[in-house]
């Protein structure tokens, strides 16, 4: 349908429906009708324009109006979204096996993500836009379909058609896995974190012993022995090194290990059975939760049993040297890290070239440049709080009296929050609220305590009776909350040393 941008919106302020703000960039034509985002009272919607018939053929569902031409206003709910799909197939979830740097954007209130694309876009990667953990979801009050319904609205309002992935984070069992599955994830990341036995590298070595021919069954005790000793692992190159392992760290890594290797094999052979014979839900493994960094012996040890049991990966999130505390700066000797990183980086290269996946990714600027040129161009990294505290960091400019009170609330709630997530925030070092003045609240999310403190009881916030005006506030806001996230992102990116352009 032709038609030029004046005459649509003269057309459109013809209708007996209030158009608060048109979304430019959604409009799309196509032979006989015109789509796009557009705000109204109510929110967001969506709009099909067009002759009277042409509109009653579109399969999309909502309110009709008429008044020489037809306007049918939809709702951004799931049943449109999977309309969407169909009709623009770039706003669904795809794998993104084949992009060597990727990078998630997680967006816990559903509001981030056109800041996350503006930042994004301007780079040769590819992001996973709907990225949520269960414990994420438990939260926020979400779900997986919710949390990919919020991204696809936003990829068409931003018209970003290089394609996006949706990532079903910390999944820990197969109900899980089939509810993100169902939801449409293109990205499965496996916690192993329930089924690992860490007590296999405290354990007295008698004790060891009686586990392993109690624990794991006689054929693959035989194929474990098999597979690692008497067996040097080489590995060239700068920080090249070799591995050896003795009988007694077959048994504490089988001991570890065994349990998670078992549910990455059923949890591969579920994905094959439901896409063929290739997987294409990428798929990652992660052991960043566990009470110690990951060895190189370790790691090793995990990919090569994956390897035997015929389980390809496309990432796998370790525990580094050093810490990823949430929503703050690496902690740690970044000579250390260095050295650390690039060796797992050599075995990745060596069995099957995944990516290292790195979780807690928010603000690790002083490493970013380390990771950027040790990644050798393959990588995945996480974030999500920090997308959150931008938020908040808004919140404080736009209504000081409600970060106020979101702040107080933050505080009471720390002990508990502080059960789900790991921090050293203390909040006896944080300022009192009272000595400072509306224009410096905005400095507490600059500072390491407050900033932990806002991040890790998100869920309590948006569970509260404050949620609404939060959401309103963001909404009302959301120009600048987009430019914010795409500022701070791109801060990510570039220190990472990525470089502009396809
Ligand atoms: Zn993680």
Redesign the pocket.
């Known amino acids: 349908m032709r038609i030029s941008k004046e005459e649509l919106f003269q057309s459109l302020r013809s209708f007996s429906i209030a158009i608060e703000k048109v979304y430019d960039q959604s409009f799309l034509e196509t032979k006989e009708l015109i789509y796009g985002l557009i705000r109204v009272e109510e929110g967001k919607k969506w709009m099909v324009l067009g002759e009277k018939e042409a509109v009653r053929r579109d399969p999309f569902i909502g309110k009709y109006y008429h008044q020489g031409l037809t306007l049918k206003v939809c709702d951004l709910n799931w049943e449109n979204t999977q309309v969407l799909m169909e009709c623009f197939p770039f706003t669904r979830p795809k794998s993104l096996k084949e992009f060597p740097i990727t990078f998630g954007a997680g967006d816990r209130l559903g509001l981030a993500t056109p800041g996350h694309i503006r930042a994004i876009r301007k780079f040769g990667i590819r992001p996973v836009l709907a990225q949520q953990s269960v414990r994420e979801n438990n939260q926020t009050g979400r779900d997986f379909k919710r949390v990919i319904q919020d991204a696809a609205w936003a990829v068409i309002q931003e018209r970003y058609e290089s394609g996006y992935g949706a990532d079903g984070?910390?999944l820990k069992s197969l109900q899980e896995v089939k509810e993100a599955l169902d939801a449409g994830v293109s990205m499965i990341t496996l916690?192993l974190s329930e089924r690992l036995s860490p007590e296999a590298f405290s354990d007295p070595k008698e004790e060891i012993e009686k586990r392993f021919i109690r624990e794991i069954e006689e054929e693959d005790r035989k194929v474990l022995l098999h597979l690692f000793l008497d067996k040097e692992f080489s590995f060239e190159g700068p920080v090249g090194f070799s591995i050896q392992y003795t009988e007694e760290e077959v048994k504490r890594n089988a001991l570890l290990f065994h349990k998670g290797i078992d549910f990455c094999e059923e949890i591969y052979e579920f994905l094959l059975k439901q896409t063929g014979r290739k997987p294409l839900i990428d798929f990652e493994i992660?052991i960043?939760?566990t009470p110690f960094p990951t060895s190189l012996a370790s790691h090793l040890f995990l990919i090569l049993n994956l390897l035997h049991r015929g389980v390809r990966i496309d990432s796998l999130?370790l525990r580094f040297v050093g810490e990823f505390q949430k929503g703050i700066d690496y902690r740690g000797e970044i000579h250390d890290f260095r050295r650390h990183f690039s060796q797992h980086r050599l075995i990745a290269k060596s069995y099957g070239d995944y990516k290292l996946s790195i979780?807690?990714g928010s603000d690790k600027f002083s490493i970013f440049p380390h990771i950027g040129e040790l990644s050798q161009g393959r990588l995945h990294l996480?974030t999500a709080g920090t997308s959150w505290l931008e938020a908040v960091r808004l919140i404080s400019f736009c209504n000081p009296p409600l970060f106020r009170e979101m702040f107080r609330m933050a505080l009471n709630r720390f002990e508990e929050a502080k059960k789900f997530y790991y921090v050293t925030a203390e909040p006896k070092r944080i300022q009192k609220l009272d000595h400072i003045p509306d224009s410096d609240l905005s400095q507490l999310l600059d500072q390491e305590d407050s900033r932990q403190l806002l991040h890790i009881t998100y869920g309590f916030l948006l569970k509260s009776n404050l949620k609404d005006r939060i959401v309103k506030c963001l909404t009302e806001q959301e120009e600048a909350y987009w430019s914010l996230l795409q500022h701070h992102i791109e801060k990510h990116l570039n220190a990472l040393g990525l470089k502009k352009g396809e």
């Open positions: 984070d910390h916690d992660s960043d939760e999130a979780h807690s996480k």
